[in-house]
């Protein structure tokens, strides 16, 4: 953790774990224009599809490697493959409990209900309305004028002087307040909207 002494080899810098590469390209324009997180590692850079073990495994591993990690988890597909589970082994959200107990101390755990959508929607609006898909969370996103053109993509995200994050800091105080609302993240109520992204920023010491 910060401060303290882990071995000459630790690096003191800050690696975020993700599940897909939204993720990264929204948290490279967060380090791009923030001066004071130059330290900011995005691990994987380019993120593979994986399962919730496996990306559990990259976090216990930097964890020892880094003097903080903070793990963004979009819970769609967690959710989804829960409903589909025939009972034969553990089931994602079973498996995902099992990882959480197993935090490193030195690990920040940040969940979003469906997905990363929802906490850019709560920079325009507040709602713990649960969305069953990205799809609709964006559908919601295009009706305010603030979203207007929006657009997966990498030139969306990371055009120059009006990227992702430079479009939306305005109004990145109203979404701290309106994750705060969504109450704790909760496994056993999955069903309903939430984002803890305000953990990164308290965290990070933005806002």
């Avoid at 609006?125 to 009706?143: A, F, L, P």
């Amino acid at each position: 953790m910060k401060g303290s002494s882990r071995g000459k080899d630790l690096r003191r810098a800050i690696a975020c774990v993700v599940d897909g590469v939204t993720e990264v390209w929204y948290l490279n324009m967060l380090k791009r224009n923030e001066p004071s997180l130059r330290g900011l590692a995005i691990k994987p850079e380019l993120p593979q599809k994986k399962s919730v073990q496996e990306q559990f495994c990259c976090v216990k591993a930097l964890s020892k490697a880094y003097s903080e990690v903070i793990w963004i988890v979009d819970t769609d597909t967690i959710i989804r493959e829960t409903r589909q589970h025939s009972g034969r082994g553990k089931s994602p959200r079973h498996v995902l409990n099992e990882c959480l107990q197993k935090l490193p101390i030195n690990v920040v755990f940040i969940a979003n209900t469906p997905c990363l959508e929802f906490w850019f929607l709560l920079h325009a609006v507040r709602t713990t309305r649960y969305y069953d898909s990205c799809e609709s969370v964006i559908k919601e996103m295009q009706k305010h004028s603030l979203f207007s053109g929006y657009e997966k993509t990498k030139r969306y995200f990371t055009a120059e002087k009006n990227d992702i994050y430079l479009r939306l800091k305005p109004f990145l105080s109203q979404a701290i307040d309106n994750a705060r609302i969504t109450e704790r993240f909760d496994l056993e109520q999955l069903e309903r909207g939430h984002s803890g992204m305000h953990k990164l920023f308290d965290f990070l010491g933005i806002f």
